[in-house]
């Protein structure tokens, strides 16, 4: 095979590996040197419309994101896992609450700080929850009354 | 009562040998000779030379799609989500499909035409003759080759879609290209990306064993002989491809949503 084929072959291997670089790191978040953080794991009554991958943010700024979210089946509560960036302490008395981006926008986890000295551990757990807020509830509390 | 059975059984028959086809291609990967080689070869034949060809029909996807996507979303007033809506439209659907078809059409009809035409001129018997297994030869290098190439064809296309589509979106109708990216980051995720080479991987296997397999059975077609059973068997390889593109696409969708 001619020098130019293959000239031609590596050109086109390198802009397709460049691609699929770009769609799997920048878009699709890969970890490549490793994820550094740590989880925790907040408990709530509700997580309905929240996803894994949605973000967790303190003051609008993303700071981890929701790792996994099951059913601990002894209070039928959500247990939602949070993978929060190192360099983000923070401290016992957090609160979590599930929220949503505009109306009909995803959901997401807003983290309110606390004030205790005391730092969460890793794999600890946040009991202090606000579950995602029911629309349709709330929707017809207005209109039928009971507000 | 026979007419009926028959054609079943033919059709039956037909994809028995062509799973057949597609087992033997695999493993004539460990007793095929020089085969990296052949497999750039393909490389060069499959994926370089539609590189052009996907460039250009990815642009103008991403194009058209930034165009619609604006005016439908702007009656709702969710010109924000256009990025979002974009970029899982190509990654998720529009950039393994559209590739498979652009090289089924491409490079998978040349490769009917050439097997079948070395089988019509007896050159696939001559292989056999030299104790050179046919399908380790021709297909086995064709297949690697496409898994390689189609995924990377179609990351391109989508990487090239995703511009159009700013193109469009951003530069001639205005809107804000931060909020087209930031679309784009939050709602594409690995899963997305991760399921667009599978479809592209299984595509790949699809288009190249069926555009062999048409080729190199061109000799033993019903509605032709020589010249015109090679030509027969191009369309049919094409449209087939094409058919079962779509059907696999439908299958693996309902599997990775």
Known sequence: MSAAKNTVIGVFVVIGLLCLAYLTIKLGRMEVLGDNGYTVTARFSSVAGLRTGASVEIAGVSIGRVSAIRLDTSDYTAHVDLRINEGVPLSEDVMASVKTSGLIGDKYIAITPGGSETLLEPGSLITDTEPALDLEALIGKVVFGGV | MNEIITPVLNLLNRMGEMALFLFEGFRQTWHSRRLPGKVLRQVYVIGAKSMFVILLIGLFTGLVLGLQAFYAMSMFGAQGMLGSLLALTLIREMAPVLTAIMIAARAGSAMTAEIGVMRISDQIDALEVMDINPVGYLVTPRLLSSLVAFPLLTSIFTVVGI??????????????????????????????????????????VIVITVCCFQGYNAHRRSDGKGAEAVGNATTSAVVMSCVLILMADYVLTSFLL
Not at chain 2, 170 to 176: I, K, M
Not at chain 2, 194 to 204: I, T
């Open chain 2, 163 to 204: 511009f159009g589509g700013y193109l469009s979106a951003c530069v001639l109708l205005g809107l804000n290209e931060g909020r087209y990216f930031s679309g784009i980051e939050s709602s594409v995720t690995l899963d997305d990306v991760q399921g667009c080479c599978l479809k592209a991987a299984v595509f790949a």
